[in-house]
């Protein structure tokens, strides 16, 4: 059975970091695209970021760029969100998700397998 486990959510500052992380299992990790989305209060949930198979390719949302990293250890089985110069807008419960694709899709419903979130609150 496939499992993917977010983990390093909370709160913080406006202007301060967090590090996600998704551990997976009951997949061939290396053979899956991973990508991170976020759902903010009254919105749908959104593309933040994507890595590839090696973590050769990545993939960002514009309003994540520069201040965001995606990574990948494949040996661990695991994919981590370094999220630096955090804003208020980026509160929200933020998910990792699988597709065994060799293409990084924006689109939530290209996933086909999901975590089950954490949270992230930026206070101003």
């Known amino acids: 059975q496939v499992q993917l486990v977010e983990s390093g959510g909370g709160l913080v500052q406006a202007g301060g970091s967090l590090r996600l992380s998704c551990a997976a299992s009951?997949?061939?990790?290396?053979?899956?695209?991973m990508a991170w989305f976020r759902q903010a209060a009254g919105k749908e949930r959104e593309f933040v970021a994507a890595i590839s198979w090696t973590g050769d390719s990545t993939r960002y949302a514009d309003s994540v760029k520069g201040r965001f990293t995606i990574s990948r250890d494949n040996a661990k089985n695991a994919v981590y969100l370094q999220m630096n110069s955090l804003e208020p807008e980026d509160t929200g419960v933020y998910y990792c998700?699988?597709?065994?694709?060799?293409?990084?899709?924006?689109?939530?419903?290209?996933?086909?397998?999901w975590g089950q979130g954490t949270q992230v609150t930026v206070s101003s």
């Open positions: 998700a699988a597709d065994p694709r060799k293409i990084l899709f924006s689109s939530r419903l290209l996933y086909d397998y």
């Open positions: 009951g997949l061939t990790f290396t053979t899956y695209t």
